[in-house]
């Protein structure tokens, strides 16, 4: 995992509808809080520091650091570098791609080799923005097959595997933004 850009990921997490909320923490402190009230947010930003610092002593879990808590309403994703740590609060099924966008370790487009980690897709039935490895709609339930790489246009599914020519006729793919954060097509063929 590269270091985690902090500011990047807030700004990325912003326009996304499956996040409820997210804190941005230092040294157990809270720097930013979106979403969440000022009490939780104090109680999580603690609560993660912790948490990393223990699995860090007990597990020998490494800089990054990344965990995700599930509970039938909603995910609880924890990404930390150094002291500092963010905790995305999302609808369930969405911690773990929202945890590869932030930490980089997205997909990458099958044809151009485009880092798609911060690449935004919107839903084809109700235009949602969503990460670009959701496999379905936070908002209105629809499941998604394929989506464009906004580089190179191929259609693709949630792990950037080109789909087959079949494929691409039978189902429509998703629109896709480049997204909010800076990382552009790292690693793209020159
Ligand atoms: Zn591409
Ligand atoms: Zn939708």
């Known amino acids: 995992m590269a270091a985690i850009d902090f500011e990047a990921a807030a700004r990325y997490l912003k326009g996304l509808a499956p996040v409820a ?10 720097v930013e809080a979106r979403g969440v009230s000022g009490g939780e947010a104090e109680n999580l ?6 948490l ?9 879990l490494g800089d990054p650091a990344a965990a995700v808590f599930h509970s039938p309403e909603r995910d609880v994703a924890v990404a930390a ?11 369930p099924g969405f911690g ?12 990458r487009c099958g044809r151009c080799g485009a880092d798609l980690s911060w690449a935004v897709i919107l839903c084809p039935r109700c235009g949602a923005r969503l990460p670009f490895s959701a496999t ?3 908002e209105c339930g629809a499941t998604l097959h394929w989506r464009r790489c906004p ?3 191929a259609v693709v599914d949630d792990g950037g595997r080109p789909a087959r020519l079949r494929e691409r006729l039978l189902a429509p793919a998703a629109r896709s933004l480049p997204g909010g954060g800076s990382r552009g097509p790292r690693g793209a063929h020159s």
């Not at 909320?21 to 809270?30: K, M, N």
């Not at 990393?52 to 020998?60: F, I, M, P």
């Not at 773990?96 to 997909?107: H, Q, W």
């Open 21 to 30: 909320g997210y804190v941005r923490a230092s040294e157990g402190l809270v």
């Open 45 to 50: 930003a603690a609560w993660a520091t912790q």
């Open 52 to 60: 990393v610092r223990r699995a860090r002593r007990e597990l020998g």
């Open 151 to 153: 580089h190179c246009g």
């Open 81 to 91: 570098s150094g002291g500092d740590s963010i905790i995305v609060i999302s609808k």
């Open 96 to 107: 773990e791609p929202l945890l590869r966008a932030i930490t980089g370790e997205g997909p």
């Open 136 to 138: 379905h709609c936070s």
